[in-house]
């Protein structure tokens, strides 16, 4: 079993900047893959950027590139995810999310990911 617990989340300002963690407990083999996700209300969860953990590989949303950073820190067993040059557009809940294998993780599938944490909030206002 994997616990995830993410933290960080708040209210800024368009432009500004916000640092989401994630503490993970658990199996490390089930957390090769760790995941960021987003659900705005009325839409469907999507992937924001993924990371395997085993070593330093990372993907990014199109629409996160350049602004959004993911990384790990594995001696505190925790996942960040810089968030800088916020827009509206990012205001949703965020998922942090880990699984042993996940197919075409490249893609950035919901589906592919076993363990969610229970979320954090982030709104940005223009």
């Known amino acids: 079993q994997v616990q995830l617990v993410e933290s960080g989340g708040g209210s800024v300002q368009a432009g500004g900047s916000l640092r989401l963690s994630c503490a993970a407990s658990?199996?490390?083999?089930?957390?090769?893959?760790m995941g960021w996700f987003r659900q705005a209300p009325g839409k469907e969860r999507e992937g924001v950027a993924a990371?395997?953990?085993?070593?330093?590989?990372?993907y990014y949303a199109d629409s996160v590139k350049g602004r959004f950073t993911i990384s790990q820190d594995n001696a505190k067993n925790t996942v960040y995810l810089q968030m800088n040059s916020l827009k509206p557009e990012d205001t949703a809940m965020y998922y942090c999310?880990?699984?042993?294998?996940?197919?075409?993780?490249?893609?950035?599938?919901?589906?592919?990911?076993?363990?969610w944490g229970q979320g954090t909030q982030v709104t940005v206002s223009s």
């Open positions: 658990g199996y490390t083999y089930s957390r090769n893959y």
């Open positions: 990371v395997d953990t085993r070593g330093s590989d990372t």
């Open positions: 999310a880990a699984a042993e294998t996940v197919s075409q993780w490249l893609l950035l599938p919901v589906s592919g990911y076993d363990y």
